[in-house]
């Protein structure tokens, strides 16, 4: 019967052609479906693998970064180590030497010491770059090819112009550079040098790829992110990425290379060939079958059928055909309907990772990829309602939730529950009315949008839950069915892209926040401000900057310890930042200066204000572990864009500010001007020159006597620096040593001072001549000094000078900034006979205390009060004060700028001790002092000198 329907429908013409038509409009189409899918997907499957690739190599780069980082960060523990005075087993430390191979330290006058391994040659002669570690930054150098790599790792102990004290560490490559056990199944990395494009490593050096022809494709726009080349004839395929290392020290950047072999890559296109083909087969049996048996009743159908054939043939994935025939027609109809329907949610698939690895690439945030990905859901499933969870961070159970109803997005705030077991890492259905809220914080948003069950996918990377795919329907759904299969995938990609977002903001944070207050540091300032600079600049409004440095930080650092100081640190940075607006910058630069950007102000009563409530805030006590500490601050404010059109020039002008808040007495704010700049110019300059003139030794020393009133006689002399600019001549006293003070140069002039002192005073004594002590001017910061005891100690007795000719002039303001400290100090250098005298008594921290507890031998009357004598009575009333206290205590007194002769009467009257001043002498060059010796009466002099000796 069959037979015969085929024969006669075969031999008839129109049959004839009807079928040969039907079986070209059905086969054709489905052909070209086949290859264009085919194409379409082998297109696809080979940009996924090379971005897969790519993905890899840049994963790769990552842990080679956070090697070099947990590398550093060793380093700078082993060199905590070596900056004690105990000795150091390394053995004690296993845990630092991960990684590490050899570790060396070297100094510009000590041969190298190796605490541990056994470095190279290579590794002991590089030369480190002084000015760049000088600033306790870390150097890295990689070199050698292949299984001649090297990796040192440079880093600074200690420094100053003279020495230079370095750690360095010889890194494992294979530890450093080698892969792990999670690389990719079958995927081989190497490790090239940027710019010399040497190989550094490779985990299989025979499969090796052609790095100059994966250099040049990286280079080119446009290129694919894959390359092919061949190795024994098999081809393979390969992906770079270029990994820098500038973020933790400074050092080349890496080239790292992924490959695979191309079969591997792209096998999911070859199983795809075997679903394709024998769909194609089926397709052709079924036409066949069909057209021979239904075709003389059946043409209106098949009609439809090869209209739709070609409209899926132009991409129209989207168009049904609808059948009710109740025979083969409606079957093959759904037939197609489905592969139409498979074909769709793949290409939609495809689609959505696509842009989510796009997302990936461009470092998006993981709301933009929640976004992006439940977009892409509604589009791939037949449901109305989907939402994404993805948590904010590692460390937290906040969580965001963006549910998709109708095409319109809504986002929550949700938190996770504390308890997440077995079943959150499982895919499920579940109903939301059966649901407890306090298991499921999803369910309050469903039950309000109508949702009855929902599907829930977990997002889960490395047995770690980084947030939920959930499918919203009003019927129960099937777990197995193919869309819900593949969100499972696309689940797989978003938790990978959830992981690269928290990377790259974990990178940016430590690239761009301080890690102590957690404020911008000073990268991230610079760029926020010069973008503030240009808006200021076109839309034509004015900021100002609030430059702030902490007054007594470096004494409260100095004598309680780091851990002090980085507690009043960060006390500091939240007392400002509750002194400021949202929308205000605050950074800190460094140590103990701090920034305040105030982007939008009108006129300078916002600066003012903001200025004196954070001055006030700074005055407050710091409390840290139950010890006070008063630290008070000095602010500097400049206007941009007027002040400064350059991030770098606004800095300075608002650091030179903040200078002059300091020299009119700190705890106060100033404002920029120009004449302040060009004081702070000649400032930098003059303190550049001093440095220079104290290295060239062209300081002088000059000598002004003392005189006793008791009989006239000198009476010791006070030591007193000078200095001959070469183009400005003489610079005064005043304006160059509180630049020295400022800055570590005033320990060095300090010690050169006494060293010449006593060189001088040796010169005197070698020609039997007694001048008396002589006095010599001590900061605060020589006091804050380890070696300044020894230093005096060892001069004295390089030059045989007795202890008692040296007499040490302190202030009660250096005294008082590091009490305990300087007391202790003073006492030592007393119970070595050295005289300690207090210079310029009643104007500073005046303390009876201070006179109690510390050791001293003299009391020198402040120049303010006597050039007041005679003139004011309570100066007058100060100076006998001052003058009976230092009788009644057994101590000397001395009284300073001495220059009219009724000032020497009162004095005399009183029973002032000595004198010093132009009214009887300048300060004098050591020939002229030397001579002024000799034509003292030498006998008075040999009594004074026994006397003094006794």
Request: charged share 25%.
């Given at each position: 019967m069959v037979m015969r329907q085929v024969s006669t429908t075969i031999t008839r013409g129109v049959g004839r052609r009807i079928l040969v038509l039907f079986l070209l409009a059905g086969i054709l189409p489905v052909l070209f479906t086949a290859g264009l899918s085919h194409y379409e997907y082998g297109r696809a499957s080979y940009a996924e693998s090379a971005l897969k690739l790519r993905g890899g190599a840049r994963h790769y780069g990552s842990e080679i970064l956070m090697r070099f980082d947990d590398a550093v960060r060793k380093a700078g523990y082993i060199g905590e180590l070596y900056r004690d005075s105990a000795p150091v087993s390394l053995d004690e430390h296993a845990y630092l030497l991960e990684n590490v191979d050899a570790v060396w330290l070297s100094a510009t006058d000590q041969p190298i010491r190796i605490p541990y391994g056994r470095p190279t040659?290579?590794?002991?002669?590089?030369?480190?770059?002084?000015?760049?570690?000088?600033?306790?930054?870390?150097?890295?150098?990689?070199?050698?090819?292949?299984?001649?790599?090297?990796?040192?790792?440079?880093?600074?102990?200690?420094?100053?112009?003279?020495?230079?004290?370095?750690?360095?560490?010889?890194?494992?490559?294979?530890?450093?550079?080698?892969?792990?056990?999670?690389?990719?199944?079958?995927?081989?990395?190497?490790?090239?040098?940027?710019?010399?494009?040497?190989?550094?490593?490779?985990?299989?050096?025979?499969?090796?790829?052609?790095?100059?022809?994966?250099?040049?494709?990286?280079?080119?726009?446009?290129?694919?992110p894959g390359v092919e080349w061949t190795l024994k004839g098999e081809p393979q395929l390969a992906a770079i990425w270029r990994q820098s290392l500038s973020g933790i020290a400074r050092g080349p950047a890496l080239d790292i290379v992924a490959s695979q072999p191309k079969a591997l890559a792209v096998e999911s296109m070859v199983n795809y060939r075997h679903v394709l083909l024998p769909a194609i087969v089926l397709v052709f049996v079924l036409v066949a079958v069909l057209s021979l048996n239904m075709i003389d009743r059946s043409l209106v159908p098949l009609q439809r059928l090869m209209t739709a054939a070609k409209q899926l043939a132009t991409g129209d994935l989207g168009l049904r055909v609808r059948l009710r025939s109740g025979d083969e027609f409606e079957e093959l109809a759904e037939a197609f309907n489905n592969m139409a329907d498979r074909l769709g949610q793949q290409f939609d698939a495809l689609k959505a990772m696509s842009d989510i690895d796009r997302l990936?690439?461009?470092?998006?945030?993981?709301?933009?990829?929640?976004?992006?990905?439940?977009?892409?859901?509604?589009?791939?499933?037949?449901?109305?309602?989907?939402?994404?969870?993805?948590?904010?961070?590692?460390?937290?159970?906040?969580?965001?939730?963006?549910?998709?109803?109708?095409?319109?997005?809504?986002?929550?705030?949700?938190?996770?529950?504390?308890?997440?077991?077995?079943?959150?890492?499982?895919?499920?259905?579940?109903?939301?009315?059966?649901?407890?809220?306090?298991?499921?914080?999803?369910a309050e948003r469903f039950r309000e949008l109508g949702i009855a069950y929902a599907i829930v996918i977990p997002v889960v990377l490395e047995k770690d839950l980084m947030g939920m795919i959930l499918l919203g329907s009003s019927t129960r759904l099937s777990l197995n069915d193919f869309s819900t299969q593949r969100c499972v995938e696309l689940a797989g990609r978003f938790a990978v892209a959830l992981s690269s977002a928290e990377r790259a903001d974990a990178l940016f944070r430590k690239a761009s926040f301080d890690d102590l207050t957690g404020l911008p540091n000073r990268q991230l300032l610079n760029e926020r401000l010069g973008d503030m600079i240009d808006a200021a600049r076109h839309e034509k409004y004015s900021g100002g900057i609030l430059y702030l440095d902490l007054d007594r930080f470096k004494e409260i650092n100095d004598a309680y310890g780091h851990s002090v100081g980085d507690i009043v640190l960060s006390q500091a940075a939240e007392r400002v930042r509750s002194e400021v607006r949202d929308d205000d910058l605050v950074a800190r630069l460094g140590g103990d200066e701090f920034v305040i950007v105030l982007p939008r102000i009108a006129g300078n009563e916002r600066l003012k204000a903001t200025a004196s409530r954070i001055l006030t805030r700074m005055s407050e006590l710091f409390s840290v572990f139950g010890v006070n500490h008063f630290v008070g601050a000095s602010i500097g404010i400049a206007l941009f864009p007027d002040d400064g059109d350059s991030v770098e020039t606004l800095l300075k002008n608002a650091d030179s500010a903040m200078y002059r808040a300091k020299e009119a007495g700190r705890s106060r704010f100033e404002f920029y001007n120009v004449a302040l700049n060009a004081e702070s110019r000649r400032k930098i300059e003059l303190e550049r020159d001093l440095r220079a003139a104290c290295h060239a030794e062209e300081l002088d020393v000059y000598y002004q006597p003392l005189f006793s009133l008791e009989n006239g006689v000198i009476s010791g002399a006070e030591a007193l620096l000078r200095w001959e600019h070469s183009e400005h001549g003489f610079?005064?006293?005043?304006?160059?040593?509180?630049?020295?003070?400022?800055?570590?140069?005033?320990?060095?002039?300090g010690r050169w001072v006494v060293e010449q002192a006593c060189a001088d005073l040796r010169r005197i004594l070698d020609a039997k001549l007694h001048p008396g002590p002589v006095s010599i001017n001590v900061s605060a910061r020589q006091l804050g000094d380890p070696g300044f005891v020894n230093d005096v100690i060892e001069s004295l007795q390089r030059h045989a000078i007795h202890p008692c000719y040296l007499q040490l002039e302190v202030t009660e303001t250096t005294v008082a900034q590091n009490r305990d400290i300087a007391i202790d100090i003073l006492k030592r250098l007393r119970n070595h006979g050295i005289r300690i005298a207090i210079d310029d008594f009643g104007t500073g921290y005046s303390s009876l205390s201070y006179l109690q507890n510390l050791p001293f031998d003299v009391i020198k009357i402040d120049k303010s009060f006597v050039d007041l004598i005679g003139k004011d009575e309570s100066s007058d009333n100060i100076c006998r004060t001052i003058i009976r206290m230092a009788r009644e205590l057994g101590k000397a007194s001395i009284a300073e700028g001495v220059e009219e002769e009724a000032q020497v009467e009162f004095l005399e009257a009183n029973?002032?001790?000595?004198?010093?001043?132009?009214?009887?002498?300048?300060?004098?060059?050591?020939?002229?002092?030397?001579?002024?010796?000799?034509?003292?009466?030498?006998?008075?002099?040999?009594?004074?000198?026994?006397?003094?000796?006794?």
């Open positions: 040659e290579a590794m002991l002669s590089i030369l480190p770059d002084r000015a760049f570690l000088a600033g306790g930054n870390t150097q890295l150098f990689i070199d050698g090819e292949g299984a001649k790599t090297q990796i040192v790792l440079l880093r600074t102990l200690a420094a100053d112009e003279q020495r230079l004290e370095t750690l360095g560490l010889a890194l494992n490559v294979e530890s450093i550079l080698g892969p792990r056990e999670s690389a990719a199944f079958a995927s081989d990395f190497c490790v090239f040098a940027a710019a010399s494009g040497a190989s550094l490593y490779c985990a299989d050096d025979r499969r090796r790829p052609n790095y100059a022809l994966l250099a040049q494709s990286a280079l080119e726009e446009g290129a694919s990936i690439l461009s470092g998006a945030e993981s709301s933009e990829l929640a976004r992006c990905l439940v977009r892409n859901l509604t589009g791939i499933l037949d449901i109305n309602t989907a939402a994404v969870i993805a948590r904010e961070n590692k460390s937290s159970r906040q969580a965001t939730m963006i549910t998709s109803r109708g095409g319109k997005l809504s986002e929550d705030e949700i938190e996770l529950p504390e308890d997440l077991n077995r079943t959150w890492y499982q895919p499920r259905q579940v109903s939301i009315e059966e649901v407890e809220l306090s298991e499921a914080p999803y610079v005064s006293p005043r304006e160059f040593v509180p630049l020295a003070e400022g800055s570590d140069l005033i320990v060095r002039i029973g002032c001790d000595i004198v010093q001043g132009y009214h009887y002498s300048r300060p004098l060059p050591m020939d002229e002092f030397f001579k002024f010796i000799e034509d003292q009466d030498f006998h008075t002099l040999r009594r004074q000198a026994l006397h003094l000796v006794r």
